[in-house]
Nanobody, 117 residues
Framework: QVQLVESGGGLVQPGGSLRLSCVAS?????????MGWYRQAPGKERDLVAR???????NYADSVKGRFTISRNNAKNTVYLQMNSLRPEDTAVYYC??????????WGQGTQVIVSS
């Protein structure tokens, strides 16, 4: 069973930066999966923010293009999300998971990001 553990969230002022990390333990096949960062704001559905495939190709939601950067380190079974120029509307719980998500892939606890002055 693969476990996903997200970290790096916190409280940051508008315009600030955070770097999120997600470690996938228990998977020897991490490197073959496309991975995504998702977020869920209060009262809203969980949405894809960014994805990276096994070749390092990336895609972003329009709302974060030019501000967020997704990357991965297959040797460490880790995917990152560098978030710059944060806005209050980026406030959410952030999760990582495979993309496209499959019901067999459990969600981790996520990491809370709050952007507020």
């Amino acid at each position: 069973q693969v476990q996903l553990v997200e970290s790096g969230g916190g409280l940051v002022q508008p315009g600030g930066s955070l770097r999120l990390s997600c470690v996938a333990s228990g998977s020897i096949f991490f490197r073959i999966y496309a991975m995504g960062w998702y977020r869920q704001a209060p009262g809203k559905e969980r949405d894809l923010v960014a994805r990276i495939d096994n070749g390092g190709n990336t895609n972003y939601a329009d709302s974060v293009k030019g501000r967020f950067t997704i990357s991965r380190n297959n040797a460490k079974n880790t995917v990152y999300l560098q978030m710059n120029s944060l806005r209050p509307e980026d406030t959410a719980v952030y999760y990582c998971n495979v993309h496209p998500w499959a019901a067999s892939s459990s969600w981790g606890q996520g990491t809370q990001v709050i952007v507020s002055s």
